[in-house]
């Protein structure tokens, strides 16, 4: 390894001399190297080097103590990536932010030196410089990273893990990814549309089957094919109805009180009928359906897909209105999963509840 970065950075010598450069803080005002040519001339050579010098070999992508190789791995809120010289970063999905001591680190996508505390841009590729030790933050939820070089991996404690929990979900039938092609492509980074919320909601309460072999129509006239079916399903049910006669506003985000609303219904806690949802939040609260941390967490930020996981997840624990018999209990009675499918679902989860 020791050899392949004395490489990468006589690459970087004869590129232009771009170390020095870089650390005396050249920018695209500096004749010494000018931005255009760090963009249409440099980059593309030190990327096609780095590629040769740093040939990674295959491997998991996620280990705590040695290389990590280019991939797509999510992680966790609170998670620090530490980064030695020559070791590369892309964010593609997620907040994430750089700190370092000394030394420097370098956009080569923008041509730019990093400053110290800067969030990232996303899908711009960093270089970790000479003499440089860099940690990398997650301060979303959670954000897909693609590294390769010596970085290694401190785990934060504490916070949810949204992507097991989405495995779990996934194990169990309740949850699929969107098709991104990344990281399981279950965007949990993105903010839920009304779409995704009632496809959900109609997987909790054990009827997506139904939905799918169902021909019930709707007056919609935004909802795509895919979406047709569960639409047209809950509209016939009276599960839910459009933002308008003929809008049902599929791509429109959906609110933390709509969501936690799809919960009650599930569980038997409110209806149709209900249509102030000023409270919803507060209901499920006094009922048990949140935590205290769940409640802050969804009144000071954005409801994320994530966020759709993790309250899913943690509502198959929950009694249905006026009963014992819980959620899970429905859905493994109901056919929708195994005990034995469940169980190994739980296991994948070793995060603790807010």
Not at 265 to 283: E, K, M, N, P, V
Not at 304 to 328: E, F, I, K, N
């Amino acid at each position: 390894m020791k050899k392949r970065l004395i490489a990468l950075f006589l690459i970087l010598a004869l590129a232009g001399g771009t170390a020095g450069v870089w650390a005396a803080g050249a920018g695209a005002d500096d004749p010494l190297i000018s931005l255009s040519y760090l963009r249409s001339t440099y980059k593309p050579q030190l990327m096609q080097a780095v590629s040769s010098v740093l040939s990674p070999a295959a491997g998991s992508g996620k280990d705590v103590s040695e290389q990590i190789l280019m991939d797509q791995v999510r992680y966790k809120q609170g998670d620090a990536l530490k980064a030695a010289t020559g070791s590369e970063l892309l964010v593609l999905a997620g907040t994430v932010t750089v700190s370092f001591s000394s030394g420097a680190v370098v956009n080569t996508t923008a041509g730019s030196e990093v400053p110290s505390g800067q969030t990232l841009q996303t899908n711009s590729r960093y270089i970790v410089g000479e003499d440089t030790a860099a940690t990398f933050t997650i301060v979303s939820p959670t954000a897909v990273v693609s590294c390769s070089g010596a970085v290694s991996v401190t785990e934060s404690t504490g916070t949810p893990d949204y992507s097991a929990m989405a495995d779990a979900l996934h194990r169990l039938t309740l949850f699929d990814g969107t098709g991104s092609g990344y990281a399981g492509g279950y965007d949990l980074e993105k903010r839920p549309t009304r779409a995704e919320g009632i496809v959900m909601f109609i997987r909790l309460i054990g009827e997506e089957d139904a939905a799918l072999a169902s021909d019930a129509s709707h007056p919609f006239t935004d909802v795509p094919a895919w979406a047709d079916p569960y639409v047209g399903y809950a509209y016939e049910k009276g599960y839910t109805n459009g933002m308008s006669p003929t809008k049902f506003g599929t791509s429109t985000p959906i609110s933390a009180q709509q969501y936690v609303e799809f919960l009650l219904r599930a569980l038997g806690y409110s209806s149709i009928d209900r249509s102030d949802l000023s409270g919803t939040l507060t209901d499920a609260l006094d009922n048990g359906i949140l935590t205290q941390g769940e409640y802050k967490m969804l009144t000071t930020s954005t409801l994320l897909r994530a966020h759709v996981v993790y309250l899913s997840y943690y509502a198959l624990d929950v009694p249905l209105h006026q009963s014992s018999v819980t959620l899970q209990q429905k859905l493994i009675s109901g056919g929708i999963f195994t005990a034995a499918d469940l169980s190994s679902a739980r296991a994948m989860i070793q995060s603790d509840r807010l």
